[in-house]
């Protein structure tokens, strides 16, 4: 169907997008960590310790990618 192949070429754009960036496992993982540690997830009680835990994550990306 059409959609399927609207996603799929978005999906192979963005993976391109995202290889072409070159990180590392470590990277690459600090880097998932932060999309997955968002303050904004339906039923989480505690927001501010949670996205206080992204900041600290994305200051050690920051520096992974600086060096």
Known sequence: SLWQTE???AL???AASF???GLN???IG????ILLFTGDRPGLTDH????SFQGILLEAFKQMVSS
């Open 12 to 14: 192979f754009t963005f």
């Open 30 to 33: 600090l880097f998932s960590a």
């Open 48 to 51: 501010k310790t949670i996205e």
């Open 25 to 27: 496992d470590t990277e």
């Open 7 to 9: 996603f799929t070429s």
């Open 19 to 21: 290889c072409s960036l």
